[in-house]
């Protein structure tokens, strides 16, 4: 099912039973705040999520109920992230899909930490 950006958490997402434990993952960093783990579909050489514990649909859901403590949190944890993976000289795209026109699969807010060589242009020219 597509996610509309306007609908109300599902505690039954893939990254809802991640965090439970109930569904494994290659963890690369954990914190109060954030998990982070390596996509298991990747799009580039590293491909690395990186999700907020709390139970936030989107970008606009996470700035509009999140403590400023969840917040800051959770991006230390993607700059912490990008660091680890040791992806700061050669570069790294951090890139987040909300909705129907992004095609966002996981209605649980995440960014996407990509790196480990040449990752083209910043999205495909519309066809
Ligand atoms: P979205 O399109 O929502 O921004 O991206 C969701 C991402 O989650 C996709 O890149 C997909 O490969 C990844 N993903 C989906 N299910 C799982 C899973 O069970 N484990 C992990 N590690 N990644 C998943």
Redesign the pocket.
């Known amino acids: 099912m597509p ?1 509309t950006g306007l609908d109300p958490y599902d505690d039954q997402n ?1 990254f809802a039973k ?1 965090l439970r434990g109930e ?1 494994p ?2 963890t690369v960093y954990e914190d109060d705040a954030a998990l982070a ?5 990747p ?1 580039a050489p590293v ?1 690395v ?1 990186v999700i907020p514990k709390g139970r936030y649909v989107s970008a606009v859901d996470f700035a509009g109920r999140a403590s400023d403590r969840e917040i800051a949190g959770f991006w230390r944890a993607v700059g912490r992230v990008a660091a680890k993976l040791g992806l700061e000289e050669g570069g790294y795209r951090i890139l ?2 909300h909705g129907i026109h ?5 209605p649980h807010f ?1 960014v ?1 930490v990509f790196g480990g060589g040449p990752l083209g242009r910043m999205i495909q020219p519309r066809s």
Do not use: M
């Open positions: 996610v893939i991640i569904i993952n290659k783990f390596h996509d298991i579909a799009q491909h999520l987040s899909n992004a095609g966002q699969e996981v995440h996407h």
